[in-house]
């Protein structure tokens, strides 16, 4: 993967250099903020520090989200919650606190570069259909039965999140984070609150499941 690195730490940069070349990633280090802004074009993922020396590494997320949509990790001090949380709201699909454990960041990679690949779920190709329940990303309509189900905008983003993946584990911070762009907040009650409308209105019973301590899958 060809991996923009944000980082005005030369320390810290070369030893990421270093541990991402290994696995194969093709890493190019830029300093300061301005230069992440001409050169995230060619980068499939950005590993952004957010205290860079020329402006704030969230300004530099704020605009590259303007214009792209690729993969943001951010880098982040210990204890800078709101911070993350503001990045996380910007846009940044995942963060890591530092210093960085090489595992981990390997990881959650990986997981954001896949999740970027996916399809969107309103660019989904056809009606999804799980027993006598259809269920079209793109015109957002479902049907339950014969009946068309009458979702709130919040209801189909849920069930849309679970649709793009049917028979696949959800994590509930998945959904969150890809409805409300918020994976560690406080939306975690907001987003009981939907499933249980969501099933309520769908009407069957073992359509969503629930897979305790994780999150939630879309048929068999
Ligand atoms: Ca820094």
Redesign the pocket.
């Known amino acids: 993967m060809r991996v923009l690195l944000v980082?005005?730490?030369g320390g810290?940069a070369e030893a990421l250099v270093a541990s991402l070349h290994t696995p194969g990633h093709e890493v190019t280090r830029v300093a300061r903020g301005v230069d992440a802004l001409t050169r995230h074009r060619d980068a499939g993922l950005v590993l952004l520090?957010?205290?860079?020396p020329d402006t704030d590494g969230l300004d530099v997320l704020n605009r590259i989200r303007q214009v792209s949509a690729v993969p943001v990790l951010v880098l982040t001090a210990r204890g800078d919650e709101r911070s993350v949380v503001r990045g996380l709201r910007l846009g940044a699909d995942d963060y890591l606190t530092k210093p960085v454990r090489l595992a981990e960041l390997l990881a959650r990679m990986e997981a954001v570069a896949r999740r970027a690949d996916r399809p969107k779920a309103g660019a989904a190709p056809g009606p999804v259909r799980i027993g006598d329940v259809e269920i079209d990303l793109t015109a957002r309509r479902v049907l339950s039965g014969d009946r068309e189900v009458a979702l709130t905008a919040k209801e189909f983003d849920v069930l849309a999140v679970l649709t793009a993946r049917p028979g696949t584990a959800v994590s509930r911070q998945q959904v969150m984070d890809e409805v409300w762009g918020d994976a560690h907040l406080a939306v975690s009650r907001s987003l009981d609150v939907h499933l249980t409308q969501l099933r309520a209105k769908l009407a069957r019973p073992g359509l969503v499941t629930t897979i305790r301590g994780f999150g939630y899958r879309l048929g068999e």
């Not at 520090?49 to 860079?52: A, I, N, P, R, V």
């Open positions: 980082e005005d730490d810290v520090d957010l205290g860079l």
